[in-house]
Structures are given as C-alpha cells and as structure tokens.
C-alpha cells in the first residue's frame, strides 16, 4: 500500500472510532447504576427499619466498604480496558476497602462476646445473600462487560474479574440497604464470597468476550 493510501486509512478509521473507553465505562457505570436500582426498588426495597438502621454504626460501615469497594475499582478498570494498560501502583487503593473491613472485623471481635461471634457470622440472611447479590448484579456487569468490548482490554480476564468485582459492589450496596444482619463478620464472610463469584464468573466470561 502506498504511503498516501495508508494515511487515508487512518484517517477513515479515526472517523469511525468507537468511543473511548472510559466514556463508554462511564456510561456504562451509570446505566448499571441505575438499572440495578430499578429492579432493587420494585422488587426488593430497603427493609423496614431502615430509619433507624441508618442510625447504627454496623450499618452505616457496611454500606462505606461496598461504596468503596465500587469507587476504588474503577479506575483500576479504566486502566484496564486499554491495550497499552500498566497497571504498576495504580491497583494499591483496591486494597482500601479490604483493609477497612479487616478493622471493622476487629472492632466488631472487640465489642461481641466470644459466645456470639459464629451467630454474628452466620446471620440470618446468607442464602438471600448469596442469591441477591449475583442476581442485581447482572445487569450492571452485562454494561461493563460491553463497554469493555469497545477497548481492548490489556488483560480479558482481570478486566473480566474486576468487572464482576464493581457489579457485585454496586448490588451489594443496594442490598445491604435490605439486609439485617449488619455485622462486619457477616458481611467479610457472605458479601465477599458472593463477590468473589462474581469476580470468577467475570473472569471466565471475559476470557473470551474481551478477547482481540
């Protein structure tokens, strides 16, 4: 190809470039956003006390690490969804809201008889747990995961994971507005294994959706 055919390429398939990707995983971010709180609200709703919920610092904290969770991560996807992505130290903030739960688990341990810890952990609400969080979280985790397909993702699977890892942040926020049980314990043992499903589920999907 000549020289001058090769610039007139370029120049059509810049005018035809797709959106950049972090425009994309914005747009994307809100509409699962918004999307899981349709469904949450007429499906679901907060629970009943909630009025007096927001009031107590077992509950406020949970809904401060989901948030986190879900704030923290998406830079780190951002990164992600371009081919030339280093990720190097921009991945340490993921470790904020782990880190927060971890002296919430303390602090809880500190002011909870030992006799109580296992009810504390096991709740009352694991199986609605582990069934509402992957299911809110599908539509959110189908937007990012199309999003991503408008990049090219330096790592299909990791994208994938962290994909699943901002979904289940965003349906464990709505649902923790549901939950009762709001010890941290509860919430480091059920939320985080139903975010880690989510996690490999993504993972799983993205090795062969991102793939380019």
């Given at each position: 190809m000549r020289t001058d055919e090769l610039i007139k390429a370029l120049a059509?398939?810049?005018?035809?470039?797709?959106?950049?990707?972090?425009?994309?995983?914005?747009?994307?971010?809100?509409?699962?956003v918004a999307l899981a709180g349709i469904v949450f609200a007429i499906l679901l709703g907060p629970r009943d006390d909630i009025g007096t919920a927001i009031g107590t610092w077992r509950f406020e904290f949970k809904l401060v690490?989901?948030?986190?969770?879900?704030?923290?991560?998406?830079?780190?996807?951002?990164?992600?969804?371009?081919?030339?992505?280093?990720?190097?130290?921009?991945?340490?903030?993921?470790?904020?809201?782990?880190?927060?739960?971890?002296a919430g688990i303390i602090v809880e341990l500190m002011v909870t008889p030992p006799q109580a810890w296992v009810a504390h952990t096991v709740g009352h609400n694991w199986r609605d747990c582990l069934t509402i969080i992957p299911l809110l979280a599908l539509t959110p985790l189908a937007a990012v995961m199309i999003a991503l397909r408008s990049g090219a993702p330096a790592s299909p699977m990791l994208s994938g994971a962290l994909a699943g890892v901002v979904a289940g942040a965003i349906s464990a926020t709505y649902y923790a507005t549901l939950c009762t049980d709001d010890s941290p314990l509860f919430v480091a043992t059920?939320?985080?294994?139903?975010?880690?499903?989510?996690?490999?589920?993504?993972?799983i999907a993205g090795r062969t959706a991102l793939k380019w």
């Open positions: 059509a398939d810049a005018g035809t470039r797709q959106p950049a990707p972090s425009r994309a995983l914005g747009l994307a971010l809100v509409a699962g690490v989901t948030t986190l969770l879900f704030v923290t991560t998406i830079p780190v996807l951002v990164r992600l969804a371009r081919p030339d992505a280093s990720l190097g130290n921009a991945i340490l903030p993921l470790a904020i809201a782990p880190l927060l739960l971890v059920w939320y985080t294994i139903a975010i880690i499903g989510l996690a490999l589920a993504g993972a």
